[in-house]
């Protein structure tokens, strides 16, 4: 199995940063990415911000110059900067990891359980 853990969440004022963290473990034989989802109340979940096991990045055009995604490839972990917090930046945010693992010949997505961000005053 493969398990996803995040950690960093919080309530920040607008303007203001935090950083998050998720790691994977368990029986994983290679990490294709890991990235960063959210979902916003009443809203479908949204693309946050990617990275792939050779270092590519990509980002929601509504986080470019605010967010950084950096990864630790031994550890298969990967963090989230997020800066100039803005209110429309509150909702839950998810890791996503898309691995392989031990055995198999697919790429499977999984999941975190959520971390909860909220920016207000």
């Known amino acids: 199995q493969v398990q996803i853990v995040e950690s960093g969440g919080g309530l920040v004022q607008p303007g203001g940063s935090l950083r998050l963290s998720c790691a994977a473990s368990?029986?994983?034989?290679?990490?294709?990415?890991m990235g960063w989802y959210r979902q916003a109340p009443g809203k479908q979940r949204e693309f946050v911000a990617r990275?792939?096991?050779?270092?590519?990045?990509n980002y929601a055009d509504s986080v470019k110059g605010r967010f950084t995604i950096g990864r630790d490839s031994a550890k298969n972990a990967i963090y989230l900067q997020m800066n100039s917090l803005k209110p429309e930046d509150t909702a839950v945010y998810y890791c996503?990891?898309?691995?392989?693992?031990?055995?198999?010949?697919?790429?499977?997505?999984?999941w975190g359980q959520g971390t909860q961000v909220t920016v207000s005053a």
């Open positions: 990275i792939s096991s050779g270092g590519s990045t």
């Open positions: 368990g029986s994983i034989f290679s990490t294709y990415a």
């Open positions: 996503n990891a898309v691995v392989t693992r031990y055995g198999s010949v697919s790429r499977d997505d999984y």
